[in-house]
């Protein structure tokens, strides 16, 4: 069975960058510091317990892609400050600047995945394949941190993956059951992991211990972003957040070194709005 390197807080860029490259992806361990996890546990905690779990997608292949005890909950800005901390830690945004270059990328998706007992395994997939006429070109266009607010085990649904899938052509090859592995973690770990890496949530076979992640990747900012976060954030919890995280949220227009705005607010930087 193939292995996910793990790495120490203490690790370089270089490093990291080098595990990624080599595998799709690698887990580094501590990666958010005790008290700030604690309040994020303490943020969501609420949120999770009020909300249904299964898909709001109705029939298809998305009800099942999203399972039928999983909760899903986005809108994070406007459920923890301490998630809007976390999204401009340096060593999270050195993932987005070092693939997809500085300033060059929004935030895609900020999910609470929440993993309950009894789920099945999810169907594996391509996170860059929301963007299909690009995803498996030579560069990037999407890279993801999965950040662990539980532990991470074989039984409760530690993420399945298929290392060095990200160099795998076609853009679902089969994949056999002895090529992949699970992102076993220890909670305040994060799993940072190539878009085009095959992956997918485990089985949870415990009956009674839920396995609780952010999963948030960034997109190259001149393609549309999973999550809707201009509707999905309140415009008055948008004014509060560091310039960083509202850059990354898209109330901020993207400016690329060549070429045109885009996100412009009567054709200028949506930033006034926040004024």
């Known amino acids: ?3 996910i390197p793990t790495l120490s807080a203490t690790a370089t860029p270089e490093h990291i960058f080098a595990a990624i490259d080599e595998g799709g992806g690698v887990i580094v361990e501590d990666f958010i510091d005790p008290p700030l996890l604690a309040r994020l546990q303490r943020d969501f905690e609420p949120s999770i317990r009020a909300h249904a779990a299964g898909s709001t997608t109705r029939g298809g292949l998305w009800e099942e892609f999203h399972g039928t005890n999983t909760k899903r909950l986005t809108g994070l800005a406007g459920k923890s400050e301490a998630w809007g901390e ?4 340096p060593r999270y945004l050195a993932l987005g600047d070092h693939y997809l270059g500085p300033n060059n990328y929004y935030l895609n998706t900020a999910q609470l995945i929440c993993i309950g ?3 099945t395994p999810q169907l594996l997939h391509r996170d860059a394949l929301n963007w299909p006429e690009v995803a498996m070109g030579e560069h990037e266009v999407t890279v993801t941190a999965l950040f662990a607010l539980t532990d991470f085990t074989e039984e409760n649904g530690a993420t399945v993956v298929a290392p060095g899938s990200h ?3 076609g853009a679902l090859p089969e994949v056999a059951a002895e090529a992949c592995t699970q992102v076993v973690m220890p909670a305040g770990s994060a799993f940072l992991y190539n878009g085009k890496v095959i992956h997918g949530g485990g089985a949870n076979r415990t009956v009674d211990t839920w396995r609780v992640a ?8 001149w393609l549309r972003a999973e999550e809707n976060h201009q509707l999905t954030t309140p415009l ?3 004014r509060r957040l560091p310039p960083t995280a509202q850059q990354l949220l898209g109330f901020r227009s993207y400016e690329p070194e060549f070429g045109g705005r885009l996100g412009l607010v009567d054709y200028d930087e ?5 004024e």
């Open 270 to 274: 949506a930033a006034r709005l926040l």
């Open 167 to 169: 160099r795998w052509p």
């Open 1 to 3: 069975m193939p292995t």
């Open 86 to 89: 976390l999204l401009c830690n």
């Open 214 to 221: 952010i999963h948030a990747g960034f997109v190259l900012g």
């Open 236 to 238: 008055d919890v948008a």
């Open 117 to 119: 007992p009894n789920e």
